[in-house]
């Protein structure tokens, strides 16, 4: 170590308080080195003593501790105490797992989930725990039919029990059966803990629940690895405390628990205050913290019941345990005979007579067996009495026995209840077994304990290192030695035949005459040059042996009593005596050889003979190790105690453990066990013929392995290497598996995908159905919602039509009838001013014509007067000539006034022929008239015409009065019309407040549906109410403006278009709230529409 320890250097140096503190080197002055420590001390120190500190180590620890980078004792104890702090309990060094009790539950550690993690990932993988323990050790079995042992050691209090709990729990959960149900095998297995617990364990000043006998639980599993069988085998139960207890420790926990059962238990067994018992009142302590006797009491009930301990028999049971309690009671006074003795008191003899009832004996013959002894002498059977002293050792040894039987039987019980397989191969075996001791004064017991310790150890020693060493040798592989510490010497000074301190122990045991003193002293003499054995100063029997996990000095006073495992006879027929068949069955009368053979067994022997048995079967099998710790001895959490811990590191062989695995070769198989299991790296190698070790050695150097050995028979692998070796072949495995976890996976899932295509074509084809009909029934309702809407849009603009058309109508009639009005006016005036004109040419002709006639007259009354003169002048020749040339003359003028009248009549007759045909043709009528009148007039014509003038000028008369009257009528019917245009104003006006209040209503209604829509319907719907009632009153409006606008033209009235309130209120609101909805667009559009139809209409119309 010196040499990596330089100035300013961390390092570990030694501390009185704390075992190890950590500082730096500050100076170097030969060998010693002053360091400055954490808490700012400065020391001064060896420096063979200081040990180099990893400042780069992780500050959680490592998990084994095999990878520390240096490995020493400061690392190892300053890694587990930064775990520990972290509640990190398990850490590994090599295999072997180290448990540090926690002293407090820890449930997340050891749940279901757990042992799920743990029995699906690799030791590797997972962080230390017990359960990878017990995991690697089920997995090795079960594929390599190996079988295994897991030894879980420590000293008293460090967890043995609680950790072998958990191996229990979890191998059970490993090879527990799939569908658990009553009681199977691993429920019983299980279950025996608590019973055992309560007939086996007690409250030490070391554990309030420490086991007081050695247990090695073999489970033994079929060939699928299901647990198919267990059996319980018990070591050496401590059975002094039964009499015996020191303060502040309790007898074991069976009498408290009996003591606090319920009432009716108590009265049957009549019992009371443990306080009233000599066996429970010796120490103060009654009663655990956080443990309910009354509630274990019957926890223990039900446990009997699962392992299979009959009603009755839990009955015999407690019965015999409360006999022990009042045994214990009876005491006894001297008698009047010289070492004789008798019943000290009533209270004595009640609880004899108590004692006799419950195990169904005689009181006179248990006063008798325990007061009494026999002599068997060659002559004669002699009966002594004893002194009170020893009727009292004899009750003592009476309760003893009865209670180390009654335990040894609920073991039996147990193992046949549970039953055993006998075509078990396979098998793990779990041992908790007390630890080592070493106590003020350590007596028989702790001999026995700490020559087990010796054994185990030795086993651990033979295990880890000597074997190894050994194996090295003999495979002639390439190794420098590592040293270890053989206790082999301890071993043999406690168990060699002969000359052993058993040996010498049975031997004085065997001679009457033999005392504590004379065994010791023969010690003394058989052992004075044994580096093992010491005799310490000042003592006459105590002897001191050096274990391997220190110095033990015993007393000797009671080895030969305690070694001595005989019943006396006197008891044995008592109790074989008894009428309780339980009680009976406890004590088997013995056969004469075995009665005889059975008083000089002694108990070390038969405890040599047990361990020896153990040994065989550790030795059969491979065993995994736990060492368990126990961190302080104030049994509290969070308290990490440097020393105590590193002592029981030293003692446990941990850290020689470490050293020398680190050194060798931890793992080794051979040939055919590496091939068998590796091969799979290198599969090639199959194809060939290759020598066993050739093979190995291709496999090692494909995988690229560096530093292992192939000795003659097996391969030597360095630490971690097996782990490599075994990740290659995993990862192999697992490609393989993966590879028929496809294929199988593939072909089962393409099942399944089939299976479920399948199944949701069917599923889609009925949703597509049923949505197919949802779609229809959906296009089906809004197929009649339009039909409806359709029909309603009809009505509504049918009604709206039929009230524009009957407006239009009603507007066109008045129109029509203004023009037909106009008309007829203009037709009557027209006809007036005809009539008038036709009377006035009439007149301007009659009058033309009458100056014609009279012309005519004229001119035929002077023509004819000058003819007269002329007919008178007749014979004067001169005056003929005048007169023919007055006749030519009278011929011109004659000739022209005709056709002056010609002319005058034409143009009457033009005249007449442009204003009217009639009177033109009556003027042309007349104008031949007035051409006659050229032709010479005859009066009858003349009458004619005057009579015909006298006609028209009376039809003139008649016209004129005609004109007048329609004249008359005329303004009549212009004030008939004036007063109906006044009337037709005050209507539109009228149906204008009318309309106006309707539209109002209209609104207000309006707002209530919008309202009413706004509750009833979603807000996208409000925006389309009554948007309808605005257009039909602009509608309205507008043709109230056009009649209002034509009324003023006219002098007619006319119906206004108005929507009746019929067409609401035939609705209930929702359906007009739907109508509304659905009509607002297209009512708009519509209103447009009907807004342009109408134009189109009034276009039409004008
Ligand atoms: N893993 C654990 N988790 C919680 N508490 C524990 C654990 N291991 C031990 N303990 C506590 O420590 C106490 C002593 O443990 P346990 O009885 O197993 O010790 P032991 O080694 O069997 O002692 P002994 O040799 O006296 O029988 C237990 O009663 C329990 O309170
Ligand atoms: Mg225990």
């Not at 590592?482 to 052993?500: M, R, T, Y």
């Not at 059969?620 to 959490?637: D, F, G």
Request: glycine share 4%.
């Amino acid at each position: 170590m010196a040499a990596n320890i330089a100035v300013d250097s961390h390092v570990w140096v030694e501390d009185t308080e704390i075992a190890w503190t950590d500082g730096v080197v500050l100076n170097i002055k030969g060998d010693e080195a002053e360091v400055k420590t954490g808490d700012g001390k400065e020391v001064v120190a060896n420096l063979s003593r200081l040990y180099p500190k990893d400042v780069e180590a992780p500050a959680e620890g490592v998990e084994d501790m095999t990878k520390l980078s240096y490995l020493h004792e400061p690392a190892v104890l300053h890694n587990l105490a930064t775990r520990y702090e972290i509640d990190e309990i398990y850490t590994y060094t090599g295999n072997i797992l180290i448990a540090i009790n926690p002293f407090q539950g820890l449930p997340h550690l050891y749940g279901v989930d757990i042992m799920e993690k743990y029995r699906e990932a690799s030791f590797k993988d997972t962080s230390p725990h017990v359960f990878a323990i017990g995991g690697v050790a089920f997995r090795e079995m079960v594929n390599e039919g190996r079988n295994k042992s897991i030894l879980v050691s420590g000293e008293s209090g460090s967890g043995k029990t609680e950790t072998t709990k958990m191996l229990m729990r979890y191998l059970a959960y490993l090879g527990g059966h799939a569908a658990a149900e009553g009681r199977t095998v691993e429920k019983q297995v299980l279950e025996s803990n608590p019973v055992l617990e309560a007939f086996g364990n007690a409250k030490t000043v070391k554990n309030n629940n420490s086991s007081r006998f050695g247990k090695f639980v073999e489970i033994q599993f079929d060939d699928l690895g299901q647990i198919s069988g267990a059996a319980i085998r018990t070591y050496l139960l401590e059975r002094s405390r039964v009499c015996q207890i020191s303060d502040p420790e309790r007898n074991y926990h069976c009498f408290y628990l009996l003591c606090a059962a319920p009432p009716q238990d108590i009265e049957r067994y009549k019992l009371g205050d443990p306080k009233s018992f000599r066996y429970l009142n010796q120490s103060s302590c009654y009663e655990l913290d956080g443990v309910n006797d009354a509630q274990e009491y019957l926890a223990t009930r039900r446990a009997m019941n699962v392992v299979g301990i009959s009603e009755n028999e839990q009955d015999a049971i407690f019965r015999v345990v409360a006999a022990i309690l009042h045994l214990g009671n009876i005491e006894f006074s001297k008698g009047e005979e010289a070492d004789s003795s008798f019943l000290k008191d009533e209270q004595s003899a009640f609880h004899l007579q108590m004692t006799s009832e419950l195990l169904m004996c005689d009181p006179l013959a248990i006063e008798d067996a325990l007061c009494k002894r026999m002599m068997v002498t060659p002559e004669e059977v002699i009966k002594r009495s004893l002194d009170p002293h020893g009727a009292a050792i004899s009750r003592d040894g009476l309760a003893k026995t009865i209670y180390s039987r009654l335990f040894d039987w609920l073991v039996d019980k147990i193992n046949v209840s549970i039953g055993q397989d006998p075509h078990s191969r396979r098998l793990i075996g779990v041992l908790d077994i007390y630890g080592f001791e070493s106590f003020k004064t350590n007596s028989f017991e702790q001999f026995c304990i700490n020559y087990t310790n010796e054994k185990l150890q030795q086993h651990f020693n033979q295990h880890v290192f000597k074997m190894e060493q050994d194996d090295y040798q003999k495979e002639e592989i390439d190794w420098s030695y590592v040293e270890f510490v053989d206790n082999q010497d301890v071993v043999d000074l406690i168990e060699k035949k002969p000359g052993g301190i058993i040996a010498l122990l049975d031997e004085a045991c065997m001679l009457p005459k033999s005392t504590p003193e004379t065994f010791s002293e023969k010690l003394y003499q058989t052992f004075k040059d044994h580096k093992r054995f010491v005799k310490p100063k000042l003592t006459r029997s105590d002897f001191t042996i050096a274990h391997y996990a220190g110095d033990v000095q015993y007393q000797s006073d009671q080895f030969l009593d305690k070694n001595k495992d005989y019943v006396v006879p006197e008891h044995q027929d008592l109790l074989s005596a008894s009428k309780c068949s339980f009680v009976s069955g406890l004590f088997p009368p013995l056969s004469r050889e075995g009665s005889k053979s059975s008083k000089f067994s002694s108990i070390g022997a038969r405890f040599k003979l047990q361990l020896m048995q153990l040994m065989e079967i550790l030795n059969s099998t491979e065993p995994h190790y736990i060492r368990c710790v126990k961190p302080n001895n104030v049994l509290q959490p969070a308290v990490f105690e440097n020393a105590n811990v590193l002592h029981q590191l030293r003692s446990g062989g941990v850290l020689e453990a470490i050293r020398v695995k680190c050194a060798g070769y931890p793992t080794n198989r051979t040939f055919i066990e590496f091939l068998n299991r590796f091969t799979i790296l290198a599969p090639e190698i199959l194809k060939g013929e290759y020598e066993e070790n050739v093979a190995c050695k291709w496999i090692l150097e494909k995988v690229g392995l560096t530093g292992y050995q192939v000795g003659q028979t097996k391969v030597f692998l360095r630490a971690g290497q097996m782990a490599e070796l075994d990740v290659h072949r995993t990862r192999v495995l697992g490609e393989s598996a993966r590879i028929i976890q496809r294929q199988v996976k593939t072909h089962l899932t393409r099942k399944d995908f089939i299976l479920m295509r399948r199944a949701s074509v069917r599923i889609q084809t009925s949703w597509r159905g049923k949505l197919a009909r949802k779609i229809y029934r959906d296009m089906k309702r809004e197929a009649a919602a339009m039909k409806i809407q359709k029909n309603l849009r009809r009505q509504l603009a049918t009604r709206a039509y039929t009230n524009t058309k009957s407006s239009a109508i009603t507007l066109q009639t008045g129109f029509r009838t203004l023009a037909a009005r106009h008309e007829f006016r203009y037709k009557l005036k027209t006809r007036a001013v005809t009539v008038i004109q036709a009377y006035w040419r009439c007149h301007i002709a009659v009058s033309e014509f009458k100056k014609l006639k009279r012309a005519s007259l004229v001119y035929q009354s002077r023509l004819r007067g000058r003819i007269a003169k002329r007919r008178l002048e007749q014979p004067k020749m001169t005056d003929r000539e005048e007169e023919e040339e007055e006749e030519d003359k009278g011929h011109e003028e004659k000739s022209e006034l005709s056709n002056n009248a010609e002319d005058s009549v034409d143009k009457a007759v033009v005249v007449l022929h442009s204003d009217q045909s009639e009177i033109a043709e009556k003027a042309t009528e007349a104008s031949p008239t007035v051409s006659e009148i050229m032709i010479p007039v005859r009066d009858t014509e003349i009458e004619s015409l005057t009579v015909e003038v006298e006609m028209l000028r009376a039809l003139l008369q008649v016209e004129k009065q005609r004109a007048d009257i329609s004249e008359r009528k005329y303004v009549e019917v212009q004030e008939l019309s004036e007063g109906r245009r006044k009337k037709l104003e005050e209507t539109e006006r009228r149906v204008y407040h009318l309309q106006d209040s309707l539209n109002r209503l209209l609104y207000s209604m309006s707002d209530q549906f919008s309202q009413l829509k706004s509750i009833l319907r979603s807000p996208s719907m409000s925006n389309s109410t009554f948007t309808s009632s605005p257009v039909v009153r602009d509608d309205l409006a507008d043709s109230s403006e056009n009649s209002e606008a034509s009324s003023s033209d006219s002098d007619f009235t006319f119906p206004a278009p108005s929507p009746t309130s019929d067409s609401f209120s035939a609705f209930n609101p929702n359906q007009l709230q739907v109508i509304v909805q659905d009509l607002s667009t297209s009512e708009t559009k519509g209103s447009e529409s009907y807004e342009s139809d109408r134009e189109g209409g009034f276009e039409d119309y004008f």
